[in-house]
């Protein structure tokens, strides 16, 4: 044994024969007989029990379970036994028994008070670590931000406050508030709050450090504060903000009622730990939600339209890209109606250079500059030429291949002027399964200062069908080796086992072959557009151009 100096505490015969000894000695040490009296004590029991002395009992003088251990020891002196604990007044000792050959104890009483302290500190400590570890995991876990903030508040009540109260930044003059309660539901509500009459939460929420809780008297909260199951009056407060990655994520609010102990200021800094990992995550959440909200109105405007049937014409459209986990990529079509049936409706498929988000972009600008050259669409090689000049300008170095298609109906028959512009020819798939290409070819578009193009004009019967279609069709790659093209044949085959077809079932038809000659494997962006001529008229559409045509007649009158 060592005393507190470290060195080799006095043995218990030495102490006893020895009364100098025994009273500098640095430990409360007292004997005992077989009988329970105390024979002697040295100065520092006698600090620790002043009334004691020689001869008193020992169950009169020391606590009872110091008492019970000397009762244990004095029935089998032989016994080997570990230190007995207990408390003395306010302070923790470790009591070490040596029982004499005369029947007598010696008893070593040890103070591993502070010792209790730091290894119940550490202990604490290490349980806070592992929660702030939990609690960054769980939170971060999902991008969700009302699932975020419902973990936190929910988290909040498991482990720092008996309710909790999560205020969001203002949205205008409104916030969104989360409240939980131990052992309630969380529940969330957006509304207007004077955010001014709870101390220290305007500045929480301007990223500014918390107030201390004995500042703030819970009595002045507004009812909008507290959670609406929380029935008693709340006893303890605690403010703090929720720090984000440059702006605040929030503040959070933490109630304990007046029957739990107040917050303590180790239990302050460990919630402002806790509200710097949830104001992390909630950051994180909030930036997924606002740029998956962008995302979603940009793809929106460069997704390619759904397809119907215009002024007595059908139309179908199809569109996968290159990669399963992107939605956009560099194919891309579009239909404009003409105002009325009489008027040409102008159908647009078109390839960029690339694929993925930098060809979208591209595809995007292509897409708005021919909406604006709509008023031209009369005239195909002067919308390629000016949309041509409109990419040669700008900062993009991709070039794209364009169809048009001006279409319009007379009667029974779809009457169609395409112009290609570096694309692949259009197929057209007659009544009798007969497969054509249209006879029109030009250059590409964003390449070279001047534009060609040769148009070709056409007429399709009740149930035929013109196709347009990009190169990822025919260049897929696929079959029983995995390395063949799809090749051009092939498709015409395909598409005149569609003779006869609606449009959209030709192009769910070319869709659904060329997804099985890939396979698993890699292909480009695929895009297929059909343009019919339903078999039988439509009589709406009759009517509108018969009366176009009176209306034409009494003008030229």
Known sequence: M??????????????VQDGAAWNLAPYPVLVTDRDGTVVELNGAARALWPRAAAGDRLRDTVPSW???????????????????????????????????????????LVDDTDRRIARAALADARRRSELLSEVAGQLLSTLNLPRCMEMTARMATDHLAEAAVLVAPPQGHRHCLTYAHRGGPVTRVIAQVDVDRVPGLAEALQGFPPVPARWIDPAVLPDWVRPPDLTEPVGSVIITPLPGHGVPAGALIL???????????????????????????????RLYTEQASITTTLMRELLPPTLKSVHGVDYAGAYRPARDNERIGGDFYDVHPGADP??????????????????????????????????????????????????????????????????????????LRLTSAGHLAPLIVRADGTVEEALTHGSLIGALPKVTAVSAELTLGPGETCVLYTDGVTEARGGPLGDELYGERRLQRAVAECAGMPAEAVVERIQMLTAQWVG??????????????????????????????????????
């Not at 303590?264 to 994180?284: K, P, T, V, W, Y």
């Open 2 to 15: 060592f005393d507190a100096s470290g060195s080799p505490a006095p043995s218990a015969g030495a102490v």
């Open 66 to 108: 110091l008492t019970e251990a000397h009762d244990r020891i004095a029935e089998d002196p032989s016994a080997t036994v570990r230190p007995f604990h207990g408390a003395v007044a306010d302070r923790h000792f470790e009591a070490h028994p040596t029982a004499r050959d005369d029947g007598r104890v010696v008893w070593w």
């Open 255 to 285: 109630l304990r009622s007046g029957h739990e102990q107040a917050f303590s200021s180790d239990e302050e800094l460990f919630a402002r730990l806790f509200a710097a990992r949830a104001g992390a995550a909630l950051s994180a959440a």
């Open 342 to 415: 009489d008027q040409e409706t102008l159908v647009v498929l078109g390839d960029v250079a690339g694929k993925g988000l930098e060809a979208a972009v591209l595809t995007g600008k292509i897409r708005n500059t021919l909406h604006a050259l709509l008023p031209l669409a009369a005239d195909h090689l002067r919308m390629l030429t000016l949309l041509n000049g409109a990419l040669l300008s700008s900062h993009h170095t991709r070039f794209a291949t364009l169809v048009l298609a001006s279409v319009r109906r007379r009667g029974s028959e779809v009457r």
């Open 520 to 557: 698993p494997g890699s292909h480009d962006d695929i895009a297929t557009v059909a343009i019919g001529a339903p078999r039988s008229p439509d009589p709406a559409l009759m009517r509108d151009q018969a009366r176009a045509g009176v209306a034409d007649t009494r003008r030229n009158g």
